[in-house]
T-cell receptor, first 113, second 114 residues
Framework: DQQVKQNSPSLSVQEGRISILNCDYT??????FLWYKKYPAEGPTFLIS?????DKNEDGRFTVFLNKSAKHLSLHIVPSQPGDSAVYFC????????????FGTGTRLQVFP | DADVTQTPRNRITKTGKRIMLECSQT?????MYWYRQDPGLGLQLIYY???????NKGEISDGYSVSRQAQAKFSLSLESAIPNQTALYFC?????????????FGPGTRLTVL
């Protein structure tokens, strides 16, 4: 049973526009969420996180929104840049057990000029 | 130099062979992890270690074993490789004293079992 789901395997966005990547989770015990970015031939790199006491966390061009009632989070990238083209993984855990990350299947973002 | 290194980066082996994947880190982190990624799937945790004397099974440990030789080294072994172990393998580290410990990943090892 996939506890963390990224239903869009790919997304294509024009440079300068907003990219919105979505993630849904089923386990109501999850209270800490992360986004990782992965380029080809490299390991995933941490991008941004949010705990369930917040509904929004912002870091430069990247903002993560959390809707606990809907068990849904999204990553907004504004403005999108060609260098943002990568696979983005959503991950979830419990705050008490942040070592045990459950990953989604990833969304491949392509930003075109 | 990379903080988390994995060797080899690519490996092709045959069914039934024993193979070891190695991970080293210079970040000084106490926790280390092994994940595998299959096409179209997320990362799945194989084993993790909180310190040199601590080894724990993850979601998919069957067919794998690990050794934490030192705080900086964590190796993954496939005792008798089978084709469905063909995957991308990632090592990661984290620092338990950092509060919400973020995991830092190595570049991955692409393993093909024929």
């Amino acid at each position: 049973d996939q506890q963390v789901k990224q239903n869009s395997p790919s997304l294509s966005v024009q440079e300068g526009r907003i990219s919105i990547l979505n993630c849904d989770y089923t386990n109501s015990m999850f209270d800490y969420f992360l986004w990782y970015k992965k380029y080809p031939a490299e390991g995933p790199t941490f991008l941004i996180s949010i705990s369930s006491i917040k509904d929004k966390n912002e870091d430069g061009r990247f903002t993560v929104f959390l809707n606990k009632s809907a068990k849904h989070l999204s990553l907004h990238i504004v403005p999108s840049q060609p260098g943002d083209s990568a696979v983005y993984f959503c991950a979830a855990s419990r705050l008490a057990y942040t070592d045990k990350l459950i990953f989604g299947t990833g969304t491949r973002l392509q930003v075109f000029p | 130099d990379a903080d988390v290194t994995q060797t080899p980066r690519n490996r092709i082996t045959k069914t039934g062979k024993r193979i070891m994947l190695e991970c080293s880190q210079t970040k000084g982190h106490d926790r280390m992890y092994w994940y595998r990624q299959d096409p179209g799937l997320g990362l799945q945790l194989i084993y993790y270690s909180f310190d040199v004397k601590d080894i724990n099974k993850g979601e998919i440990s069957d067919g794998y074993s690990v050794s934490r030789q030192a705080q900086a080294k964590f190796s993954l072994s496939l005792e008798s490789a089978i084709p469905n172990q063909t995957a991308l393998y990632f090592c990661a580290t984290s620092d338990s004293s950092a509060g919400l410990d973020t995991q830092y990943f190595g570049p991955g090892t692409r393993l093909t079992v024929l």
